[in-house]
């Protein structure tokens, strides 16, 4: 499947500012100002209740800010002119359930001048033995991957994409991710939310972080984790580690989260590494999957948005 490289131009796929967003006493989006490139990958990630799904649906033009600017591709998300250049895959629903899948994805290109060839995308994404069936009698997975061939099949110019793999086992994963890398070398703008961390590491060029309505931090997955490295290792849940922090190198940190799981952070090298197995044998335990790894972004999120339940 081949989707058509679009020019490249200087402003921006989606940009807010200042935009404020509530429900009664509650405000979900609280002054956020974001940005997203044309033609990269920005994920817009946040704990339940973060503002997320709020965000993506003003952008998409189904709901409407109480203050602030909206504008994708330049113009009011409201604006009728986008529908043929804004492809959007929502996580449910919009299906009639009688509706055969290959029937749906063949109404849905009609819509457009010069749509993507339906068989082809269904075959890429593991529909086209479902052709004939249901929608209702897909599965989770199926659906969604049926919304997705939905949201790209217009050749659109950008996309977005509300949790894109949720349900899906590995292999329709990697065909999804394969999919949105394509996007991006084309020249489409994608935007997206996700609960996987890995995901977002893995697709995006830009990532923003949201609490509370606000944006937290942003940047692209590598200067969000840095450079620095850490060592991991489980053990004995409880270890006092005030004597093994006194032992390391100045600028070293250690934390045990959770329980029973060690992270070491500061100038990881042969120094600290003998530092930290020479306290677990005076401790009398055996440092198991003991690994040294760099920050990933479900880190960064984890110290940014707290691990509390919402």
């Not at 490249?8 to 404020?20: G, N, R, Y």
């Not at 120094?271 to 440092?287: M, Q, S």
Request: charged content about 25%; hydrophobic content about 45%.
């Amino acid at each position: 499947m081949a989707v058509p490289r679009l020019l490249a131009m200087d402003s921006p796929a989606v940009e807010l500012i200042d935009l404020v967003k509530r429900y009664g006493a509650t405000t979900a989006i609280d002054g956020l100002t974001l940005s997203a490139a044309r033609g990269a990958v920005t994920a817009i990630l946040g704990p339940n209740g973060a503002g997320k799904t709020s965000t993506i649906e003003i952008c998409e033009g189904f709901r409407r800010a109480d203050a602030g600017t909206v504008r994708v591709l330049g113009a009011d998300p409201r604006d009728q002119g986008l529908r043929h250049r804004v492809g959007v895959m929502l996580q449910s629903g919009g299906v009639p359930p009688a509706t055969r899948c290959g029937e749906w994805l063949r109404l849905v290109s009609r819509f457009y001048a010069h749509p993507l060839d339906a068989q082809a995308l269904l075959v890429r994404l593991g529909l086209a033995d479902h052709v004939r069936t249901p929608y209702r009698r897909l599965s989770g997975g199926q659906q969604q991957r049926l919304s997705l061939a939905a949201a790209v099949i217009g050749r659109p110019e950008l996309v977005f994409l509300d949790e894109p793999t949720a349900g899906l086992d590995p292999q329709a994963r990697h065909a999804c991710w394969e999919l949105v890398g394509d996007l991006r070398a084309a020249g489409v703008s994608v935007v997206l939310t996700t609960h996987h961390m890995d995901e977002a590491e893995r697709l995006s060029d830009h990532v923003v972080i949201i609490d509370r309505g606000q944006v937290v931090a942003e940047g692209s997955p590598a200067s969000l984790t840095g450079a620095e490295r850490q060592l991991r290792f489980r053990a004995r849940p409880g270890l006092a580690l005030e004597e093994l922090l006194n032992a390391l190198p100045a600028g070293s940190a250690a934390k045990e989260s959770p329980a029973g799981h060690y992270i070491i952070e500061g100038q990881v090298g042969p120094e600290l590494l003998a530092t930290v197995t020479a306290w677990c044998a005076a401790e009398g335990v055996t440092a198991d999957d003991l690994r040294i790894e760099r920050r990933t972004l479900e880190d960064v999120f984890l110290e940014l948005t707290g691990r509390e339940l919402r």
